[in-house]
């Protein structure tokens, strides 16, 4: 092991224990069944890191959820690099959920029948959603079941050596890609890390469209 640190090398050691473990890669179109994994990802700040942890995913064969947002600050579905993802992200075999801002939660072609509401309240955040599965409603949100990433942290510590183990009968885990592509031993500087990519892109972005930056 390397270490339960946020990055890519062991994110793989997480999906090998999955495997090791005997585990299912599902999607939540049914009942949690036993030795389900549903892996979550909430895409709520960043594609590229999206792209790259479905790309890893991709080479072990595991299918995830993905939930992107239509009302992102920070990135737009509608343009070249969000069509891009939307397209890669299935071919890999992931399924495509909407992150959802509440209390709008409106479903279109491009999403499955699935939502997770970005930042919820617990007023709301296991309220059935007419139409749709919400994937923090029973019985996908349950004790014992569930894992997040949330602010790099593990409430109840990393889950590689249970996973491996088989120690849940079936698991929910929740994995925000971003936390996992930038670098930084801190959640603050794994965002300053992700804002440095993100200038790299942008200054790209900009000498493509005939901007002069004066080099």
């Not at 070249?80 to 495509?96: C, D, F, P, T």
Request: net charge negative; hydrophobic share 40%.
């Amino acid at each position: 092991m390397t270490g339960c640190r946020f990055d890519l090398a062991h994110y793989r050691e997480l999906l090998e224990a999955a495997q090791a473990g005997g585990y299912e890669w599902a999607h939540f179109d049914h009942a949690p069944q036993l030795h389900d994994l549903f892996l979550r990802h909430d895409v709520d700040l960043s594609l590229e890191a999206a792209l790259e942890v479905g790309r890893v995913e991709h080479e072990f064969g595991a299918r995830a959820t993905y939930f992107l947002m239509t009302e992102s600050v920070f990135y737009n579905l509608d343009s070249h690099a969000g069509l891009l993802a939307q397209r890669q992200l299935r071919q890999w075999g992931h399924a495509v959920g909407l992150h959802a801002v509440y209390p709008r939660a409106e479903l279109d072609g491009r999403f499955d029948n699935v939502i997770a509401w970005h930042n919820p309240d617990p007023g709301y955040m296991s309220e059935p959603i007419v139409g749709a599965v919400n994937v923090m409603e029973p019985p996908y949100f349950t004790p014992g079941h569930y894992r997040s990433d949330s602010n790099a942290h593990w409430r109840e510590g990393c889950p590689h050596d249970e996973l491996r183990a088989c120690a849940f009968e079936w698991l929910q885990l929740l994995v925000h890609p971003e936390i996992w592509v930038y670098d930084g031993e801190t959640m603050g500087e794994t965002m300053r890390a992700m804002l440095d990519a993100k200038r790299e892109e942008w200054l790209d972005h900009l000498r493509a469209d005939r901007i002069e930056l004066g080099e």
